[in-house]
């Protein structure tokens, strides 16, 4: 602050010394002191609130940079979002659209190989289904309500095989169904 050497405050000290006398000095650098020190005090409040105001306003700078940058990542993030959901939504359309296709491709083949099976095949197919329905009924129906005597069944049928078409009556009887 001030560049005072020792010898100077020294040639001041005697000045002083002549001039207010040895009876008044030290309640004169006393008071001197007191001013001195409250002059200082004030001198670093008074920084210290420069400091604090030039911090706050770098702070402020940056609080609105960090605020602007986090506003550009959010509508980048939702941008990309929206990007991503009409790219799966597209997908989306296409497995349906191919899934539909693959649906058509197969009734159409499974037509084609219905309509172009062979006449001895279709015919060892249609009583493949009939054994099937009449199976089919026999496992559909509670083993008390069924008789040897009302059931129509051909006598080489699995059932009949496995002993179940004649002791239907009885709670170990339950019909297996065919795998």
Same mark, same amino acid.
């Given at each position: ?115 172009? @099976?062979? #006449? ?6 249609? &009583?493949?289904?009939?054994? $099937? +329905? /009449?199976?089919? !009924? ?17 006598? @080489?049928? #699995? ?6 078409? &004649?002791?239907?009556?009885? $709670? +170990? /009887?339950?019909? !297996?169904?065919?795998?």
């Amino acid at each position: 602050m001030l560049d005072i050497g020792f010898s100077e405050l020294m040639v001041i000290g005697v000045v002083a010394l002549i001039v207010l006398g040895p009876e008044r000095l030290p309640r004169v650098a006393r008071t001197a002191g007191h001013l001195l020190g409250r002059f200082q005090r004030y001198v670093t409040e008074v920084k210290a609130d420069i400091n604090r105001e030039i911090e706050l306003s770098e702070l402020k700078k940056i609080h609105a940079s960090v605020e602007d940058a986090a506003r550009s990542i959010e509508s980048t993030v939702k941008s990309e979002i929206q990007q991503a959901e009409q790219e799966l939504r597209s997908v989306e359309a296409e497995v349906n659209r191919a899934g539909e296709e693959i649906s058509r491709a197969h009734a159409e083949l499974t037509q084609s190989v219905s309509s172009m @099976s062979m #006449p001895h095949m279709g015919a060892e197919r249609q &009583q493949a289904d009939a054994e $099937a +329905a /009449a199976d089919g !009924a026999l496992l559909a129906a509670p083993s008390g309500d069924v008789d040897s005597a009302s059931c129509d069944v051909d006598e @080489s049928s #699995p059932q009949l095989e496995l002993g179940l078409g &004649q002791d239907s009556h009885s $709670a +170990a /009887a339950e019909p !297996a169904k065919p795998s």
